[in-house]
C-alpha cells in the first residue's frame, strides 16, 4: 500500500500540511503515517520525559480524530532523537512515497528549524516531498509549473509528474529558465521532441525564458500565471553543479508562497495511481 509521510511539530502549518496530505492520501487511496520527532533531554527525570511523550501522544491522537474524516487510514509514531534523521529512517523503514511537510517561517526558532528540516529531508533524495509553506493559499491544483532542466531529459520525472497531473486533472508547464551561468550543453529542442515522443500524450506545455537570476525568473513566471503548484528535481551533481543547484533549491523552498513538489533524482518514486487504475495499467 502507499505511504504518505507528514512530520508534525503541532504549529499551525504542519497540520494544514496534514489536511492537505490527507485529502491526496482519499484521492490516490494512500495510508498516512504522522511523525512527531520528539525531543529527549537526558537531564530531566525520565518521568518528566514520559510525560512529554504521552502529551505528544494525546496531541497527534486529537489531531487524527480532527482530520481523519475521509476514510483514510492514518497511524502514528513518536521518535526520539533527530528530526532529519528520524524522518528518512521512518522514509527507508516504511517504504514512504511522498513525504508531506509544512515549512515555517523565521518567526521563532522552532518554525525556523522544522523549515529548514523541510529544506533538508528534500535535499537527501530519498523520496519525493511535498512542501506546504507558511502562508501559502490552498486550492485545488489545476495549474502545475515544473521548473525543467531539460539537460537529462527528465523522462522519469515526466512519467511521476503524469501521475499527478492525471490524479489532479491539471495542466502541466515545463519551464526552462536559460542563464549565462548555465549555459545549455543539450540542443533543447531535440529534449523537448525527444520528451513529446515518449510521452505522446502527456500534453504537455513548454516555456523557455531568459533572467539573469533562475530562481528569480521562475519565482516571476509561477506567480505572473497563477501556479498551484511548483516542481523541480534535487539533481545529484558533483562540485560546482551540485553547489549551484542546492542554492537555487534553497532560494526556491525559502521564499516561494506556493506548495513545492521536489523530485530526487534517484529514490523512491512517486505512486499516486488508484489501486483500480494501477491494475488496468500494469495489465
Known amino acids: 500500500m502507499k505511504t504518505f509521510l507528514v512530520p508534525v511539530d503541532f504549529s499551525e502549518n504542519s497540520e494544514r500540511a496534514l ?14 503515517v504522522v511523525l512527531h520527532a520528539l525531543e529527549i533531554t537526558p537531564m530531566l527525570p525520565s518521568l518528566q520525559n514520559n510525560s512529554a511523550t504521552d502529551n505528544a501522544e494525546q ?46 517561517g523565521a518567526k521563532n526558532f522552532t518554525r525556523k528549524m522544522f523549515g529548514t528540516t523541510t529544506e533538508a529531508i528534500a ?6 516531498v511535498l512542501a506546504i509553506p507558511e502562508g501559502a493559499e490552498i486550492k485545488p491544483l489545476k495549474n502545475i509549473v515544473y521548473a525543467a532542466d531539460l539537460e537529462n531529459g527528465d523522462q522519469l520525472t515526466v512519467m511521476q509528474l503524469m501521475q499527478f497531473k492525471q490524479l489532479m486533472n491539471a495542466d502541466l508547464t515545463f519551464l ?54 511548483l516542481s523541480f528535481t534535487i539533481l545529484n551533481r558533483m562540485f560546482l553543479e551540485k553547489i549551484l543547484h542546492s542554492s ?23 505512486n499516486l495511481q488508484p489501486r483500480e487504475v494501477a491494475e488496468v495499467y500494469n495489465g
Not at 548555465?182 to 515522443?197: A, F, S
Request: hydrophobic fraction near 40%; charged fraction near 25%; charge should be negative.
Open 176 to 229: 526552462h529558465i536559460k542563464n549565462d551561468k548555465q549555459p545549455d550543453y543539450i540542443d533543447n529542442e531535440y529534449i523537448k521532441g525527444e520528451l513529446v515522443k515518449q510521452f505522446p500524450e502527456a500534453e504537455i506545455n513548454f516555456v523557455e525564458l531568459e533572467h539573469k537570476d533562475v530562481a528569480e525568473g521562475i519565482s516571476n513566471y509561477v506567480h505572473e500565471q497563477g501556479a498551484d503548484l
Open 123 to 128: 535535499k537527501r533524495g530519498l523520496c519525493p
Open 59 to 104: 496531541k497527534l491522537l486529537s489531531l487524527i480524530d480532527q482530520f481523519g474524516q475521509q476514510n483514510v487510514q492514518i497511524e502514528y509514531m513518536i521518535t526520539e532523537g533527530n528530526p532529519v534523521g528520524d524522518i528518512s529512517k521512518a522514509v527507508e523503514d516504511l517504504e514512504v512515497t511522498l513525504v508531506v511537510m509544512g515549512t515555517g
Open 19 to 32: 489536511e492537505y496530505a490527507i485529502d491526496l492520501a482519499a484521492q490516490a487511496e494512500a495510508r498516512i
Open 248 to 270: 537555487l533549491t534553497s532560494k526556491l523552498l525559502q521564499t516561494l508562497k506556493l506548495p513545492m513538489l521536489a523530485f530526487p533524482e534517484n529514490g523512491n518514486l512517486l
